[in-house]
């Protein structure tokens, strides 16, 4: 995920931003900063979905697989019909080798309407799941049916 900002040489900008956000130092990554900045909001607003979106992949981008899939399991009992949800639980499974689970996910995403089946192909955290025979042909079943 982008930064959400730029950086300020404005030292009040700094100081208001530094002291809203918590704890941000010169030595904390732009990463470390949003997951707290964002754990922050969470703690005050738990369903604060487009917050849980950006936490969970900011997670999964810091190596936080569990905690990662711990947070798409929230917004699914947030948005169970949304696919882009179960899109992205399956890359969390897929991450923890959990390939049973990551293609059921996978299936139910595209079940509800997730179909852009080329970026399914690129995408590394489904990486474990595309080596499955199961993902070429979960894609062959849906695609077939667009035809």
């Known amino acids: ?45 738990p369903e604060y979905i487009d917050v849980l979106r950006v936490h ?16 798409d399991r929230r917004i699914l009992e947030l948005r169970p019909h949304d696919p882009l949800a179960h899109y992205n639980l399956a890359c969390s499974l897929s991450l923890l080798k959990k390939i049973d689970q990551a293609l059921r996910a996978l299936r139910k995403a595209i079940e509800l309407g997730y179909r852009d089946f080329r970026y399914l192909r690129e995408d590394r955290d489904l990486e474990a799941v595309r080596r ?15 035809v």
Do not use: W
């Open 1 to 45: 995920m982008s930064s959400q900002g730029k950086h300020s040489s404005d030292k009040t900008a700094a100081t208001s931003a530094t002291s809203q956000a918590g704890r941000h130092s010169p030595q904390q990554s732009q990463l470390d900063f949003e997951l707290d900045f964002f754990e922050g909001v969470l703690n005050r607003n």
């Open 56 to 71: 969970g992949n900011n997670l999964t981008l810091k190596g936080c697989y569990e905690d990662g899939l711990s947070i």
């Open 132 to 146: 499955d025979p199961r993902f070429r042909r979960l894609l062959r079943e849906f695609e077939a049916g667009l």
